[in-house]
T-cell receptor, first 114, second 114 residues
Framework: KNQVEQSPQSLIILEGKNCTLQCNYTVSPFSNLRWYKQDTGRGPVSLTIMTFSENTKSNGRYTATLDADTKQSSLHITASQLSDSASYICVVSAIGGSQGNLIFGKGTKLSVKP | NAGVTQTPKFQVLKTGQSMTLQCAQDMNHNSMYWYRQDPGMGLRLIYYSASEGTTDKGEVPNGYNVSRLNKREFSLRLESAAPSQTSVYFC?????????????FGPGTRLTVT
């Protein structure tokens, strides 16, 4: 069964610190992996989309890594800010799947404290 | 550009009542989606529309109907609401080819069925 597992479920860090969120997946055949940021009470917003051939992709202070061999991805946030407080959702797509065939993880809730 | 808009933002229904959630996008996207998000679960696809005039079932279509009114608008109807349909509903649209499409989400509709 195609699944996306994220860890930790929640995380509290101090402003200015770095953190890393994890995503493991069992989706096959793999097409791409996305990270979304979802602020409380808002819809998800795309941070990155990575294909099989991409190991690392950055978007400002957000850096995503992908290891397609071990089926793992991580999202690293550098020098955290209060505005980084949100849920971060890992989403995986299979090759040839219908356009509706995105498998969403349950998300990691990040709280950044002053 | 307003992006993806949804109405209403909040709604309370009694069991058995019906209602339609409205979604519109002004980005000229071909594909549109309806998801529900429940606590402790990833987003789950209800229905999607790859283009005007077509709709397809997602993971959890039971109890819902959709209409792709035109390229801009995609509505979700609950014919006889049940407490199990209490959720936050997100509409999304997408642009791109094949598996590498970029999704844009609306702000969500928070629905409570009593």
């Amino acid at each position: 069964k195609n699944q996306v597992e994220q860890s930790p479920q929640s995380l509290i860090i101090l402003e200015g610190k770095n953190c890393t969120l994890q995503c493991n997946y069992t989706v096959s055949p793999f097409s791409n992996l996305r990270w979304y940021k979802q602020d409380t009470g808002r819809g998800p917003v795309s941070l990155t989309i990575m294909t099989f051939s991409e190991n690392t992709k950055s978007n400002g202070r957000y850096t995503a890594t992908l290891d397609a061999d071990t089926k793992q991805s991580s999202l690293h946030i550098t020098a955290s800010q209060l505005s980084d407080s949100a849920s971060y959702i890992c989403v995986v797509s299979a090759i040839g799947g219908s356009q509706g065939n995105l498998i969403f993880g349950k998300g990691t809730k990040l709280s950044v404290k002053p | 550009n307003a992006g993806v808009t949804q109405t209403p933002k909040f709604q309370v229904l009694k069991t058995g009542q019906s209602m339609t959630l409205q979604c519109a996008q002004d980005m000229n996207h071909n594909s549109m989606y309806w998801y529900r998000q429940d606590p402790g679960m990833g987003l789950r696809l209800i229905y999607y529309s790859a283009s005007e005039g077509t709709t397809d079932k997602g993971e959890v279509p039971n109890g819902y109907n959709v209409s792709r009114l035109n390229k801009r608008e995609f509505s979700l109807r609950l014919e006889s609401a049940a407490p199990s349909q209490t959720s936050v509903y997100f509409c999304a649209s997408s642009v791109g080819r094949g598996d590498l499409y970029e999704q844009y989400f609306g702000p969500g509709t928070r629905l409570t069925v009593t």
